[in-house]
C-alpha cells in the first residue's frame, strides 16, 4: 500500500512556473513508478507524465513536452513535476499516482494522491 500527499499548488499567472511534490509513504516506493494526472473542470482526468523507479525514464503527454519535466528523490520518497511556461490551459487539479511496477509500459496506475489545484490565471 502507498499514501500519496500532493503539494505546491496555487494561483500563476501565465508564462509562470510551478513545482509540485508528491511525498510518499508506505513499503517499496522506490520499486514504483510515479505519474502525474490532472483534471479540468468537465474534462476527463488526462495523463501529464511519468517517471520510472530507476528515474531513467521519463513520458509526457505531447501538451507540455518542453515544458513540464518530473523528477523524483527516492530517499525523500517524493516526486516532482516542474511546470515552465504555464499556460491557462494547464489549469486542473493534479493528481499524483504510483504503479506497482518500475517501468513505464502502461499508463494504469494503482494508488493515487487527493489532488492539488493549479490555476493560471491569462
Known amino acids: 500500500q502507498v499514501q500519496l500527499v500532493e503539494s505546491g499548488g496555487g494561483l500563476v499567472q501565465a508564462g509562470g512556473s510551478l513545482r509540485l511534490s508528491c511525498a510518499a509513504s508506505g513499503r517499496a516506493y522506490s520499486s514504483y513508478a510515479m505519474g502525474w494526472f490532472r483534471q479540468a473542470p468537465g474534462k476527463e482526468r488526462e495523463f501529464v507524465a511519468a517517471i520510472s523507479w530507476s528515474t531513467r525514464s521519463t513520458d509526457f503527454a505531447d501538451s507540455v513536452k518542453g515544458r513540464f519535466s518530473i523528477s523524483r528523490d527516492n530517499a525523500k520518497n517524493t516526486v516532482y513535476l516542474q511546470m515552465n511556461s504555464l499556460k491557462s490551459e494547464d489549469t486542473a487539479v493534479y493528481y499524483c499516482?504510483?504503479?506497482?511496477?518500475?517501468?513505464?509500459?502502461?499508463?494504469?496506475?494503482?494508488?493515487w494522491g487527493q489532488g492539488t489545484q493549479v490555476t493560471v490565471s491569462s
Open positions: 499516482a504510483a504503479r506497482s511496477d518500475p517501468g513505464l509500459s502502461s499508463r494504469t496506475y494503482d494508488y
